[in-house]
């Protein structure tokens, strides 16, 4: 079965810094797609960026960029230039696909409580 | 363009009482519909799913049941609630698969509170 870790339950950085939140997956599929979810206090769940398993080249979205590590079950995100907004959960989930799947499933880590400090 | 409406946004219900959470889709036809429940502080636990309407497939054993009486309405219900039952539910659509689109676009959710 599929498992989704993240590592780190809280972090605090100050405004305008970088920071990184890691994510590790457990997995023996080779199609599947890997994503960034942000739930600010409204907690209403936005996706922040995709990255699909049969692309090398690392997802970026403005100022969110992931460093996915195929090898190493990695895909963590870097939130560059952060900011007030940005102060949120951030949730990890793998979502396996093959073509015989009648339906997409997401299995979610624990998720990373992101604090931006003035 | 494509919405999600879930309601109510906040519910307190006896313990004993039914249940029913509403979600609905604009926009789009023929999409598969999820219901996720979140415990405080944690991920989110999927309870149900639908490729269409009447198709109900269930994640986990539990009190609770779902209905899709049209396609892009995705009813959560229970017969008599628990204080177990207490959480956050999150109603959301996907696609269908073979679109090439994988993204699952979420409603508000729903805080439920049995007492």
């Known amino acids: 079965a599929q498992t989704v870790t993240q590592s780190q339950p809280e972090m605090s950085v100050q405004e305008a810094e970088t920071v990184t939140l890691s994510c590790t997956y457990d997995?023996?599929?080779?199609?599947?797609?890997l994503f960034w979810y942000k739930q600010p206090p409204s907690r209403q769940m936005i996706l922040v960026i995709r990255?699909?398993?049969?692309k090398q080249q690392n997802a970026t979205e403005n100022r969110f960029s992931v460093n996915f590590q195929k090898a190493a079950k990695s895909f963590s995100l870097k939130i560059s230039d952060s900011q007030l907004g940005d102060t949120a959960m951030y949730f990890c989930a793998f979502m396996k696909h093959e073509l015989k799947d009648s339906n997409y499933q997401l299995i979610w880590g624990a998720g990373t409580k992101l604090i931006i400090k003035p | 363009s494509q919405t999600i409406h879930q309601w109510p946004a906040t519910l307190v219900q006896p313990v004993g009482s039914p249940l029913s959470l509403e979600c609905t889709v604009e926009?789009?036809?023929?999409?598969?519909l999820y219901w996720y429940r979140q415990a405080a502080g944690r991920g989110l636990q999927l309870l149900f799913y639908s490729i269409g309407i009447g198709q109900i497939s269930s994640e986990v054993p539990q009190n609770l049941s779902a209905s899709r009486p049209q396609d892009r309405q995705f009813i959560l219900s229970s017969k008599k609630l628990l204080l177990s039952d207490s959480g956050f539910y999150l109603c959301a659509w996907t696609l269908p698969v073979g679109t090439g689109v994988t993204e699952a676009f979420f409603g508000q959710g729903t805080r439920l509170t049995v007492v």
């Open positions: 990255q699909e398993a049969y």
């Open positions: 997995t023996s599929e080779n199609n599947y797609y």
């Open positions: 926009g789009t036809s023929n999409p598969n």
